[in-house]
Every structure is written in structure tokens, then in C-alpha cells.
């Protein structure tokens, strides 16, 4: 039997989890905290639950459950994001990955190994989640990413050689300028939140970056770029893969059939909703 002062495992996760009343994940949040701070797997906290905590670990574990209850995402504090089965590096100023994101990998793997597909170019890249997966999943592909933002340059750099892409470039620019050459898939996850979408996340202190949520009064700012502009980039069996809002899907549909795409698919996330439209130019 522990002593009164003495706290267990399973009594701090019960006692943190409690304190994360806005998370949709409370019980997860207070194990990757847990396990952040004692440097331990889920596997390994979860086999220990009986055991003493150390008071210090327990009072920095606070800390941490304190720094998630005021809306930081769990990715901030512990410093890394699983996505597609590996370890991304991310900090503020940078998207952390979603799951939703997933689809987009295995729909642009699919069309890869579909149409032979080989120069990949991932626009607004944040951490590189999206660029380096398919570099490290078909290691055949030449792939290179950009992103307007410095931190993502930064956290790309750190994910690139954390994982191992030694020969996926980054370029630091605005959408495609200064971008050129003949590529066969252009996969992006740009900004696409609308105006007021992104003011309502900022008022209620979202501490993810405005500039990659923000994608103008309708959210399809960029988008509207990008499809114009992908034609002049990709070969002429190339495709662009958008991930987006499901209620933009319509109008993104028009803008590429417009701009020269066919083919143009929908594709559902977790949730089933409209995530990722693609549309190749034959
Ligand atoms: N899917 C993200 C969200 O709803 C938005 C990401 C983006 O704008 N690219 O939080």
C-alpha cells in the first residue's frame, strides 16, 4: 500500500486527466505527458501503473497538464506529432499533423504507383509531414517541398534529418514563386480556414500559427492560386491533390475544371467528410 503523500501512476494520470476538462482526449493528453516526462513509451507507462511517481516528475507532469489546460496542443509540449507511423518534430509556428492529413498520403501513394508517377512537389509543407512520408514510403520518388514560413524551414530541416530524407530540398518562397520544372504531383495542405474561422480560433487563444489556418474571407485565397498556377508546373499527365474544407470541395471542383483539370475525384477523411480533391491535366 502507497503512503498518503505518495502518488501512483494511475493516481497521476487520474488526477491529470481530470484537470483537462476542454480536451477531447483527456485521459491520452495526461499519458503522452506523463510519458514525456519520465522519457517512457504508452507501453511502458501503461505496464507501471501500480508504481510510485517520483514527486519531482510529478510536479513537472503538473506543470505540463497546467500548460495543456490553457489550450496548448499536447504536439507543443512534448515536441513531436506521430504521423503515417513516424515521429515528426514540431514547435510553435508550425501545423501540428493531423490524421485527417493521412488520406491525402495514401491517395497520392496510390496515384504514384498508379501512373508511375515520379517528381513530387509538396507546396506549404509546415513540418514536412506530407513531403517526407511520401519520400521515406517509395524512396524511387524525387521529391522536393517549400513553405513561405522560416520556422517551417527550421522544423523541416530538423524532421529531414531525424527521419533520414537526406535528398528531399526545401525551398523558403510564396506558393510557386521562383518554383520551376516538370513535376508530376503536386500535394498540398495550404492554409484554408476562412477569416472569421481563424479570428474565432485566435479569440479563444489557438496557439497554432495564423498564417498556415488563414486562407482569406472564403478560405480559398491560396487555392485559388495554386490551381491556377500548377498547370504551368506540372508535366502533362501531372495531378494536383488538394487537402481542404469540405464545404469548399464545390467550388474547388469548378476552379480546376476551369484551370484545365479532369479526372477531378473527391475523397473522404475519418470523419467521412469531403478532405482531398484531385484532378490531373489528361
Ligand atoms: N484542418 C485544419 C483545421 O481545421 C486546417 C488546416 C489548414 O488550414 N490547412 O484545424
Known amino acids: ?151 517551417s524551414r527550421d522544423v523541416f530541416e530538423i524532421n529531414r534529418k531525424n527521419l533520414g530524407a537526406d535528398t528531399v530540398p526545401f525551398t523558403l518562397t510564396s506558393l510557386f514563386e521562383g518554383l520551376s520544372g516538370s513535376l508530376d504531383l503536386i500535394v498540398t495542405n495550404p492554409p484554408y480556414l476562412t477569416t472569421s474561422e481563424t479570428e474565432e480560433r485566435m479569440d479563444s487563444s489557438w496557439k497554432e500559427p495564423e498564417l498556415a489556418l488563414d486562407g482569406g474571407n472564403d478560405g480559398l485565397d491560396l487555392i485559388r492560386t495554386i490551381i491556377r498556377e500548377a498547370p504551368a508546373l506540372l508535366t502533362i499527365e501531372g495531378m494536383l491533390m488538394i487537402e481542404a474544407d469540405p464545404r469548399q470541395m464545390e467550388a474547388m471542383a469548378s476552379l480546376m475544371e476551369a484551370a484545365g483539370f479532369c479526372r477531378i475525384e473527391r475523397v473522404r477523411d475519418l470523419a467521412g467528410d469531403e478532405r482531398v480533391i484531385l484532378g490531373s491535366l489528361s
Open 1 to 151: 500500500m502507497t503512503a498518503l503523500h505518495e502518488i501512483s501512476i494511475r493516481e497521476a494520470l487520474i488526477r491529470g486527466s481530470r484537470l483537462l476538462t476542454d480536451s477531447e482526449s483527456p485521459w491520452l493528453d495526461a499519458c503522452l505527458l506523463l510519458g514525456k516526462e519520465l522519457g517512457w513509451s504508452r507501453e511502458k507507462l501503461l505496464a507501471s501503473y501500480p508504481d510510485v511517481l517520483d514527486q519531482k516528475v510529478y510536479a513537472d507532469y503538473m506543470e505540463l497538464i497546467e500548460k495543456r489546460s490553457q489550450g496548448y496542443p499536447v504536439a507543443y509540449i512534448t515536441g513531436n506529432k506521430e504521423f503515417f507511423g513516424r515521429d515528426f518534430h514540431v514547435r510553435e509556428g508550425i501545423l501540428c499533423p493531423r490524421p485527417d492529413t493521412e488520406i491525402l498520403i495514401e491517395e497520392a501513394l496510390k496515384h504514384i504507383e498508379k501512373r508511375r508517377y515520379r517528381r513530387v512537389h509538396d507546396l506549404c509543407t509546415g513540418s514536412g509531414c506530407i513531403g517526407l512520408t511520401l519520400a521515406l514510403e517509395n524512396p524511387e520518388l524525387s521529391v522536393s517541398v517549400s513553405d513561405i514560413s522560416p520556422v
